[in-house]
């Protein structure tokens, strides 16, 4: 692998970590969230912030992961008293609060962003080993979650809540620790990107964004690690694909994400297992 | 002085979310439905308005033609994305919403070029002076176009045939398809009423900036989602009303917090807040 795709790769796997952590919030509990790249950008800028102090790099990825989860506890405790479509636009709310407080502030470097981070010390295919590391552990905790007792209670959560509350889960505790976990994850994520570019600003962190994690959950396959994964392989690549298309491309990706939902709702996930169907049928 | 001035600006800005919004909250009350891409059919309806006001010159013209186009491409949208989707999970019509409105903010940038289009002439910049406030034209025509628009519609729905079969299918709509009200033909003149105001608002804002962007429908339109969530989802007095409180929120807003806000985060901040206080919006949804 050349260095150009080795930086590609790199993408890739914080792709699948974010992609994997809103999974856990929005596939298997249920929560629709419009506003993931927030905690996204909370854990980047935690670690750029702490980084450029001295700290060194494993706290900081720490850091990321725990002030992440922490205002994402705090914001899911808020957000969470209300439901489905008014959870959708809190969350997108989330987003763009988180942008619109980032810009205005001093020591967050306003519109300019956060440059000259610290370098991770290591060489470029080792970060990558390192960001692949990562990845492949959020896809192991989420496949583990999803056997666990837990997992199987998020499940029901995500079916029909008030059965749930019926059966006598918590609702409000599962929604909140999946909220959590997630949005740890997403901090983490944030922290890799923050060393992988060294430089970062408030709208790499906004709606937009948010909406594009999410495709990648929808079209994969909401719930479904393996089609999750996919999907962010592929939507993350497939701007290098079509690059003789430049032009088009945004356009493309919309019609994707109409096309997915109008034509195939289960996502890549119910693709294949409509595949497999078909075979053992 | 001051105080008088940005009341007027939030009023201003305060309606045309109301007109924008109204479509939203009437399409959400028959469907369900968080419909994204109407923010497409605004810009639609700006550039329509701009192209056609310069090639004929007549203003009114430009906005009968937006609004026309529009309502029918609004129409056109309910037969072929939504349709077909209301009976999966929710998400499965937003995200679709959110992916057609990328493809025709996209289609908007390829057709009419990225840097945006301009009146040729901006009709209606003449400054009046009224009570010592400075407006221009184009604000007064803009408030009394989206309060006329507005009471016409609420006309309609409180008084006519029409809009009694509007308001009997949001309540109830297997009761009201009973008493003989087609649901369907409903939907179609609802998406056709809420697109042609959304197109409508798009021609005024073009005629506010002079300038039509093919990104100029995101923010008005994230906000519009926001005051119907406050208004109470499907509830149409409540989106009104809460689109005005808006308005003037964000012009005091701007100049008070601006330093800690931005502007366009103040709506979701103060959404945000009142959601924590009560849960269902500022007004009871139905």
Known sequence: MGLYEISLATGVGIYIILAVSLNLITGYCGQISLGHAAFYGIGAYTVALLSKMGWPMYLTLGAGFLVAGIIGTIIGLASLRVKEDFLAIVTMGVAFLFVGIVRQQEFLGGEMGISGIPSHGMSKPGYLALVCGFAILSILFSWYLKRSWMGFAFDAVADDEKTARVLGLDIKAYKLTAFAMGTAIAGLAGGLYAYYTRFIVPDTFGFIESVTILSMVAVGGIGSIFGVVIATILLVLMPEFFRFINDYRLLLYGVLLFSVMRFAPQGLAGFFSYLVKRKEG | ?286
């Open chain 2, 1 to 286: 002085m001051l105080f008088i001035e940005l009341f007027i600006q939030g009023l201003i800005q305060g309606s045309t979310y109301a007109i924008i919004a109204v479509g939203l909250t009437l399409v959400y009350g028959l469907l369900r439905v968080l419909h994204v891409a109407h923010a497409g059919l605004f810009t639609l309806g700006a550039y329509l308005g701009v192209a056609v006001t310069n090639q004929t010159g007549s203003l009114s013209l430009g906005i009968l033609v937006a609004a026309l186009a529009a309502g029918i491409v609004g129409m056109g949208i309910y037969r072929l994305v939504y349709e077909p989707m209301l009976n999966k999970p929710p998400y499965v019509a937003l995200i679709a919403s959110i992916g057609l409105y990328i493809g025709m903010e996209e289609l908007f940038r390829l057709v009419f070029g990225p840097f945006g289009l301009s009146f040729s002439s901006a009709p209606l910049q003449t400054v009046v002076v009224v009570f010592g406030i400075h407006l221009r034209a184009c604000q007064i025509i803009a408030v009394v176009t989206n309060v006329v628009l507005l009471g016409g519609l609420a006309w309609v729905a409180q008084k006519t045939r029409i809009g009694t079969g509007w308001r009997a299918t949001v309540d109830d709509p297997q009761m009201s398809a009973c008493f003989g009200i087609d649901p369907i033909k409903v939907r179609y003149r609802v998406f056709f009423a809420g697109s042609a105001l959304a197109a409508v608002a798009g021609v005024l804002v073009a005629l506010l900036t002079n300038l039509v962007e093919p990104t100029m429908g995101a923010v008005p339109s994230y906000k519009s989602l926001a005051i119907i969530v406050l208004g109470g989802l499907g509830n149409v007095m409540g989106t009104l009303i809460a689109s005005l409180i808006l308005g003037i929120i964000e012009a005091f807003g701007t100049i008070y917090i601006g330093d800690f806000l931005d502007r366009d985060a103040i709506a979701f901040a103060f959404l945000i807040i009142v959601l924590m206080i009560k849960p269902t919006g500022l007004f009871t949804s139905r």
